[in-house]
């Protein structure tokens, strides 16, 4: 760094150098500046500047995770300038700022808003429009982190919409790209890459290379989220090139190593690995520089594979990378930091069967993780703590870390969906596992009889993992749990959840009044997708009977078989399945006992989990359906001729008001679903499930809705009524091909339309079998005292009866999700 002679005597120099190292994230450094400059400020009575400094030091005391000594220098300069001359207000809204971000790294995002407006008040009082547009979009990480994702994007349209007037500025760039980053963490990859463009543009304009280089790796991050791999690769590119930081340039390098191994560009991976080596070796000690280490190690670990653990001096290798982050971490007093690395050490050396150095290290970094208030560091060291103590046969303490992991897992799903590239995150990879894993323990056959208390719990967990699932599907926390007890909604209804493991499917059923069952199935996870895919194939038209009555047969025998007598005594006539995983692609309905279909001995219904069930029944009520139809062939998709008769033929048994072809707009669907409480709304027109909620989608004449703009037009009604939505029944929709979790975007759809029950189906069904069946549907709900999951069943037995319509593929599509009453 550069010196001064007087530097020592200066506060205005001492401050400026601990600015230069906070900017190099080398923060102890900074604050034994920062506090310099404040001892002689003291001593000089200059309490305004003192109050500044102050600012600053809480400032590097967050970013250490000093949460207590960064409160307590933030209050001494708020209790300075509240005491100070009015002009000094704008020093005071600045400090105020700073008070917020402190509040909101704790997780205190309501105080952090209320800190905010404070500051906001003070910045309109003295018509500061720079200071309240960084107050607004400070106020947008708030919503963010409060899951209020549309709040969060409409303040950052507000400020947008605000500095469109003004001539582009620095703080223009950065609302901008703002905004591209937060539309990316939605979900909404199409105005990410817009509004990042636009950020781009001004920023080339204003020649702001402290910027340009920003932006370009979020365009980078957003093209990487779009799968479109090449450009991605070219925006990193252009990231490495433009950039005059070292940080960024690091990182732009990582994120396209990273994506150069997803997507199996290994050669090209090798060269771009032995690339980054000199400059993590001369990049100066810092936060970043920490991350780094420990996330090239990381991509050097999915690059080689197991095959890196296997020799001792590869191995030795990267443990000395990880080891000299972790004391990089130490001198500067991250402990945030130092947990990242020395955890990462820990995973190593377990990889590595080195349990105890790897329990040690995995303690340390926990209990740094904890003190650092780092809940999404936490939550993985605890789940590595409790691998290792499994693997230890300490399942007692085992079970305590799951449950740790779990609940941190729980209380952080907010920050989970918000999470970015720098730690490098996969739901599949880091989430999903730890509820699977904890399952696994709780029913482990090592732990001898398997208590309620424990069956209770394993439940739980996996009904977590549904709501997580569905937040991960939507990139926003917007599911609020409410456990519901089922034999206090239906006395003859039986829930049962198959929950799939590494090396076995196990199944807990819970019976009215009784204490709940569990059956456990040796069958590899491969294995149990295979047959699900052979069941999919098997129940195309143009397979024969015997081939899909015996693939049929296996996975009733699998799901239902061992539960046949408990369902015969409890008088059992309606099954609720919350499916996992590969399981729901299943079509239950056309499972066969080797005598029956199963839709032939009960009623059937999913649930994408009990927490999330409305457990009303069927309101005693007129019964009025909005029908949306598309006959018509448009953007592409083939006409639905059956669409027409099948509206027609609705119209005979219930009343409706229609919405065909021109006059199915998304205006025309909103207009009508605002204007007029319809129990029932049904959506005869094209649609997809897709694993991604971008791809989730109906077709109106004008559009393509996708899954949010779907349910936002269904829930507008909810501000001019409280009459919800009965069921909302989607006729012509099917999930993607090649899919594995198209599922998925069906469960999204059902829960993010409000609508109580959903109805729809799994594959594009023959035109005349559909509109058969759902006039047979509408026939059967309007009789006294027949449930949803009655009728549908009715209405498909009816058409499964008629010669022509006997195969599965033409009514076993049809699914009920949510409220079966």
Not at 32 to 54: F, M, T, Y
Not at 633 to 638: E, H
């Amino acid at each position: 760094m550069p010196a001064s002679n007087n530097v020592a005597d200066s506060p205005d120099l001492l401050t400026q150098a601990g600015k230069q190292y906070y900017q190099n994230q080398q923060f102890n450094q900074a604050i034994a500046k920062w506090q310099q400059a404040r001892e002689i400020l003291i001593s000089k009575g200059d309490n305004i500047n003192e109050a500044i400094v102050l600012g600053n030091l809480a400032q590097a005391y967050q970013k250490l995770g000093k949460i207590t000594a960064a409160k307590k220098a933030i209050a001494k300069s708020i209790e300075i300038l509240s005491s100070s001359q009015k002009h000094h207000q704008n020093l005071l809204a600045n400090t105020f700022n700073i008070q917020g971000s402190l509040l909101l790294s704790e997780g205190k995002s309501e105080d952090a808003l209320v800190v905010w407006q404070r500051a906001k008040n003070i910045y309109e009082t003295v018509g500061d429009k720079n200071g309240l547009t960084r107050c607004l979009l400070n106020q947008t990480q708030a919503y963010t982190q409060l899951g209020m994702h549309t709040r969060a994007l409409n303040t950052l349209e507000e400020v947008n919409q605000n500095l469109k007037l003004q001539p582009d500025s620095a703080l223009k760039i950065v609302s901008l790209l703002q905004k591209g980053d937060a539309l990316r963490l939605t979900g909404n990859l199409k105005d990410s890459q817009k509004a990042l463009q636009q950020s781009l543009a001004i920023a080339q304009k204003l020649n702001s290379d402290t910027n340009i280089d920003k932006i370009l790796l979020a365009l980078g991050n957003t093209s990487r989220f779009e799968k479109k791999t090449e450009e991605a690769l070219k925006y990193y590119q252009q990231a490495i090139d433009k950039s005059k930081s070292p940080g960024i340039k690091l990182q732009a390098r990582l994120n396209k190593l990273r994506l150069l191994i997803d997507t199996q560009k290994l050669s090209k991976a090798r060269a771009l690995a032995t690339q980054i080596q000199p400059q993590l070796a001369s990049i100066p000690p810092s936060r970043t520089s920490v991350y780094a280490l420990v996330n090239y190690v990381q991509s050097i670990e999915h690059l080689e594979g197991n095959k890196i653990f296997n020799n001792q001096k590869a191995a030795n290798k990267i443990a000395a990378k990880v080891a000299k982050a972790a004391r990089q971490a130490e001198i500067l007093g991250d402990d945030r930091a130092q947990s990242y690395a020395l955890g990462y050490l820990g995973h190593i050396y377990e990889q590595t069967q080195q349990l105890k150095p790897a329990k040690t290290l995995t303690q340390k970094a926990l209990i740094l993780a904890q003190t650092s208030n780092a809940p999404d560091i936490t939550y993985r060291w605890q789940w590595q703590l409790g691998r290792l103590l499994k693997k230890q046969s300490n399942f007692v303490e085992a079970i305590s870390a799951y449950d740790g992991a779990v609940a941190t897992l729980d209380s952080i799903r907010n920050e989970l969906v918000a999470s970015n590239l720098d730690i490098q995150f996969s739901f599949r990879e880091s989430v999903e596992p730890v509820y699977r894993e904890f399952v696994s323990l709780l029913l482990t056959p090592e732990m001898g009889e398997t208590s309620q208390e424990k069956l209770k719990k394993a439940r739980q967990v996996i009904e977590s993992l549904q709501i997580a699932e569905l937040d991960n599907f939507f990139h926003e926390p917007c599911l609020k749990a409410n456990p519901t007890q089922v034999d206090r909604i239906d006395t003859q209804a039986a829930v049962i959840y198959p929950i799939i493991l590494e090396n076995r499917l196990e199944t807990i059923v819970s019976l009215p009044k009784q204490p709940l069952r569990h059956y456990t199935t040796a069958i590899s996870e491969n294995e149990l997708e295979k047959m699900v895919q052979k069941m999919r194939r098997a129940i195309r038209r143009n397979f024969l009977k015997k081939q899909h009555f015996a693939i049929c047969q296996e996975i009733y025998n699998l799901l239902v078989k061992p539960l046949e007598t408990d369902l015969a005594a409890s008088e059992i006539k309606t099954l609720t399945f919350v499916l996992d995983g590969s399981l729901k692609n299943v079509p239950l309905a056309a499972l066969h006992d080797g005598k029956q279909y199963l839709i032939e001995k009960y009623n059937l219904a999913l649930a994408p989990g009990m927490q999330l069930l409305d457990p009303q029944p069927l309101a005693s009520q007129k019964m009025q359906v909005l029908i949306g139809a598309l006959s018509e062939g448009r953007q592409g998709f083939v006409p639905l001729p059956g669409v027409k008769n099948e509206v027609e033929k609705i119209n005979t048994e219930i009343s409706t008001q229609v919405l065909l072809n021109q006059k199915f707009t998304s205006k025309a669907l909103q207009k009508q679903i605002s204007q007029t409480p319809f129990p029932i709304i049904h959506l005869a027109t094209h649609g997809e499930f897709s694993s991604e909620a971008e791809d989730t989608f109906v077709l109106t004449w004008d559009n393509r809705l996708n899954v949010k703009e779907l349910g936002n037009i269904l829930q507008s009604r909810e501000q001019s009524t409280t009459n919800p939505i009965e069921l909302l029944v989607l006729s012509a929709c099917k999930t993607a091909s090649g899919d594995k979790r198209a599922p998925l975007g069906l469960a999204g759809v059902a829960v993010r339309s409000g609508a109580r029950s959903t109805i729809a189906s799994l594959w594009a069904v023959d035109d005349e079998a559909t509109s058969q069946m759902m006039v047979d549907f509408y026939e059967q709900i309007n009789q006294p005292g027949v449930t949803k999951a009655e009728a549908l069943r009715k209405a498909q037995i009816k058409t499964l009866q008629q010669s022509k319509f006997r195969h599965p593929y033409y009514w076993a599509a049809f699914v009920l999700v949510g409220n079966w009453l």
